[in-house]
């Protein structure tokens, strides 16, 4: 497997990652309440805090992510362009995702914004280099 299609693993597994995260913080699955809430219908959750509500708005900014981004990587693997560019582009988006997630929990306004553009960048990287 190449090193391209090794991130879109760990990629995939750090989305699944994302939805549990943020679900277990904004269900609160520590308690009983939020335990009952998970494993019923959801019609009765508690208001989001400040940090569950980034949480969850984490979890979906990186599920909005992985498709475009195993989209491009997928593709340029499978056209055969699936080099170092490609390698590097796919690093940078999964190292930034990687960072996204605690960045965005503490609510660190600025350098969210820019750790996601430097996902998107990985993501150009890969776009550029299947030309």
Request: hydrophobic residues 55%; positive net charge.
């Given at each position: 497997?190449?090193?391209?299609?090794?991130?879109?693993?760990?990629?995939?597994?750090?989305?699944?990652?994302?939805?549990?995260?943020?679900?277990?913080?904004?269900?609160?699955?520590?308690?009983?309440?939020?335990?009952?809430?998970?494993?019923?219908?959801?019609?009765?959750?508690p208001p989001p805090?400040?940090?569950?509500?980034?949480?969850?708005?984490?979890?979906?900014?990186?599920?909005?992510?992985?498709?475009?981004?195993?989209?491009?990587?997928?593709?340029?693997?499978?056209?055969?362009?699936?080099?170092?560019?490609?390698?590097?582009?796919?690093?940078?988006?999964?190292?930034?995702?990687?960072?996204?997630?605690?960045?965005?929990?503490?609510?660190?306004?600025?350098?969210?914004?820019?750790?996601?553009?430097?996902?998107?960048?990985?993501?150009?990287?890969?776009?550029?280099?299947?030309?």
């Amino acid at each position: 497997m190449t090193a391209t299609l090794y991130y879109v693993v760990y990629a995939a597994g750090l989305t699944l990652l994302s939805l549990f995260m943020g679900s277990l913080i904004r269900n609160r699955l520590w308690t009983p309440q939020g335990m009952h809430g998970a494993v019923g219908n959801r019609d009765k959750l508690p208001p989001p805090t400040a940090i569950s509500g980034r949480a969850d708005r984490a979890a979906m900014t990186t599920l909005e992510n992985f498709p475009i981004f195993a989209a491009l990587a997928l593709t340029a693997h499978v056209a055969g362009v699936d080099g170092e560019q490609v390698a590097r582009g796919a690093a940078i988006f999964f190292w930034a995702r990687v960072a996204y997630f605690p960045i965005y929990l503490a609510g660190i306004e600025v350098l969210r914004t820019v750790v996601w553009a430097v996902s998107v960048a990985g993501m150009v990287m890969i776009m550029l280099a299947s030309h």
